[in-house]
């Protein structure tokens, strides 16, 4: 099930935020959006997820638009997590992940039981989601995402409330979504992460993308200096590379980009 931009531009504010950009992803993969504040990543996320409206291009399924498709499909079909999610009931943790079967109108309790394994959240079953700290709300809202079992997962920051144990562990249950077939693309602003652990990378600066391919190579120094203006350098193996940065270059921080 491939999930494709073709010539994507997308506005907020009534500022263009993404700006003619084609990508196809393959499922069975991690691919990682990054680029500096205001790149567009958030932008171009939901309009992967179907919730931002194109100005122009398309976003499709398996060639379908994803404007043509009814919600309840759509939403069988891509699990999204925001950067910010909400929790708007104070219900326990279980049924709060039990609210991602919504697409599929059923409870599915082997998918609630397995999300609420994946994030090491068994213990938290029965809490009420108001006693929840910043990291186990992050790690319950991504099990409710989690428990649709869609094709495609989206995720905008995923991992920056977590801890580094925490991190770990959904890393590679995203890993083993992927080798499932599952489709993971996640918004990310750790390099390293991105380096270290995604098959593809994205790099937006402005709304455009600037670079699309293996992690090593759309993420070489050059393109860091290209898009965040700063020189830069691998420490490392493969796998567990390190970023060393330099200063950001004046030009960069006195002209942010417009887009989220």
């Given amino acids: 099930m491939m999930l494709a931009a073709q010539n994507l531009s997308l506005d907020r504010g009534g500022v263009r935020v993404v700006d003619g950009l084609s990508a196809a992803l393959k499922p069975g993969a991690i691919t990682a959006i ?6 567009g990543k958030s932008s171009l996320l939901l309009g992967l997820a179907g919730l931002l409206d194109p100005a122009d291009g398309a976003v499709l399924l398996d060639d379908r638009s994803l404007g043509d498709m ?12 925001p950067q910010a999610p909400e929790i708007a009931w104070d219900v326990a943790v279980e049924n709060l992940v039990a609210l991602g079967r919504l697409p599929w ?10 999300a609420l394994t994946a994030l090491a959240l068994q213990d938290l079953r029965t809490r009420p989601a108001s006693r929840l700290s910043g990291g186990e709300r992050a790690r ?22 977590l801890d580094l144990a925490h991190q770990l562990r959904l890393i590679a249950h995203f890993q083993s ?12 602003h750790d390099l390293a992460l991105a380096m270290n652990h995604a098959d593809r990378v994205l790099v937006l ?35 567990a590379r390190a970023l060393v940065a330099g200063e950001p270059s004046p030009a960069r921080l006195s002209n942010p980009s417009p887009g989220r």
């Fill in 34 to 39: 990054v680029g500096p504040n205001g790149a």
């Fill in 70 to 81: 009814p919600p309840r499909e759509r939403a069988q079909a891509i699990g999204y997590l």
């Fill in 105 to 114: 109108r059923d409870r599915g309790a082997d998918a609630v039981e397995a």
């Fill in 140 to 161: 319950v809202l991504l099990a409710r995402v989690l428990a649709g079992e869609p094709r495609w997962i989206l995720a905008d920051e995923p991992l920056a409330a």
């Fill in 177 to 188: 979504c992927a080798q499932a077939g599952q489709g993971v693309v996640v918004v990310l």
């Fill in 205 to 239: 600066d402005r709304g455009q993308l600037v670079a699309d391919g293996p992690a090593a190579d759309a993420l070489a120094p050059a393109m860091i200096a290209q898009a965040w203006g700063i020189d830069a350098r691998w420490l490392g193996e493969p796998g």
